[in-house]
């Protein structure tokens, strides 16, 4: 297997690039598309049947894509108020404390904002103060209405983007459907949001911490076992505007891609959702700000690279490299 083909959104999962050293007839590797992105899961062979998971993974996708018009998501979006899943609302409540933990950085709210930088990407042009003050106005979690089922949006225009956690959470309902069928082993990788479950096919799993300006590169290895782990770069999606890049994460407060960049972040967590968010909020934070939130959270560990290529880690990150 080429190196090339696995890596992915920054993590690579080193026991499958260096697939001939591993004992290939204890773990199978199944991969679908899903979510617009490569899903692979790799179980031990005791757990022949993963399909059960790869739907978990559909269905999150079918509720929570905002590109889909018939995804729940997408019709809130358009209504305003919608009786959603508990799935959704799950995910909402979960955004929320995202949102208050990382102070705003990570704001499922951003849907205007994203739209907004795509169109000046489309009109080759830069938004203009009074284009940037309307859509800011329309940015904000406290804006959201939650009742039992029932959520609705307090602003017209609002709409959510679930880009960011949709797919950590899709890999921890897949897991969870794993557990419940008894695997012991397995790793679910949607795109680069991971969750490493028991251990590889080598002890604990290896993942690597792929190089942000080099591609081929690995920076850091590290060790865990059932930790959800998930990295924001600015390497993979921009926006390209009058030769400019801009990143692809916004700034929910200025209403501008992040330019104080981090290059990569790397977070690992007890579940998928977590370590999606908060690299996302740590991306926008920024490195300082950023590694100080994360070592005030337990149980909750970074790497940063910052645009010099300064290494961050934080205060427990030495425990996950390879004894
Ligand atoms: P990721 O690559 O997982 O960091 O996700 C980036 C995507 O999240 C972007 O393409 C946007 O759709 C969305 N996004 C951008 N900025 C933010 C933000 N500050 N908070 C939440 N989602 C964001
Ligand atoms: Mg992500």
């Known amino acids: 297997m080429k190196k090339k083909q696995l890596v992915i959104f920054g993590l690579v999962v080193l026991c499958l690039i260096f697939g001939e050293k591993c004992p290939k007839a204890e773990f199978i590797t199944q991969t679908q598309i899903i979510m617009t992105t490569t899903v692979t899961i790799v179980a031990d062979a005791s757990s022949r049947d993963v ?4 739907e978990a993974i559909k269905k999150v996708d079918s509720l929570m894509n905002h590109y889909n018009p018939k995804s729940e998501v997408s ?4 209504c305003k108020k919608a009786k959603v899943s508990s799935q ?7 955004a929320l404390y995202f949102s208050r933990i990382t102070d705003g950085a990570f704001d499922i709210t951003v849907g ?5 930088w795509y169109r000046m990407e489309r009109e080759k042009r830069l938004p203009t103060s009074e284009e940037l003050e309307n859509t800011l106005s329309l940015i904000g979690s406290q804006d959201i209405g939650i009742d039992d089922n029932n959520v609705w949006f307090k602003k017209k225009g609002m709409k959510l983007d679930l880009g960011v956690i949709a797919k950590g959470y899709a890999v921890d309902k897949a897991i969870e459907i794993l557990k419940e069928k008894g695997v012991k082993n397995v790793l679910v990788n949607a795109g680069g949001d991971m969750y490493c479950l028991g251990e590889g096919p080598q002890g604990k799993w290896k993942v690597g911490i792929q190089h942000p300006r080099k591609t081929r590169e690995i ?3 590290i060790e865990i076992s059932n930790r959800g782990v998930a990295t924001s770069g600015d390497y993979h999606r921009y926006y390209t505007i009058l030769g400019k890049r801009f990143g692809h994460i916004i700034n929910p407060s200025t209403g501008l891609p992040v330019e104080d960049i981090p290059t990569s972040v790397t977070i690992i967590a007890s579940d998928a959702i977590t370590a999606d968010a908060l690299a996302t909020g740590v991306f926008v ?4 700000k950023g590694m100080e939130l994360i070592n005030t959270l337990p149980q909750i560990e970074a790497m940063i690279i910052s645009e010099k290529m300064e290494i961050l880690i934080s205060n427990g990150w030495q425990d996950l490299l390879i004894k």
């Open 51 to 54: 399909q059960e998971a790869f």
């Open 112 to 116: 205007p904002l994203v739209s907004l």
């Open 285 to 288: 934070l920024g490195p300082r």
């Open 219 to 221: 920076v850091e290895v």
């Open 75 to 78: 019709i809130l979006n358009q």
């Open 88 to 94: 959704l609302k799950e995910v909402i409540l979960k």
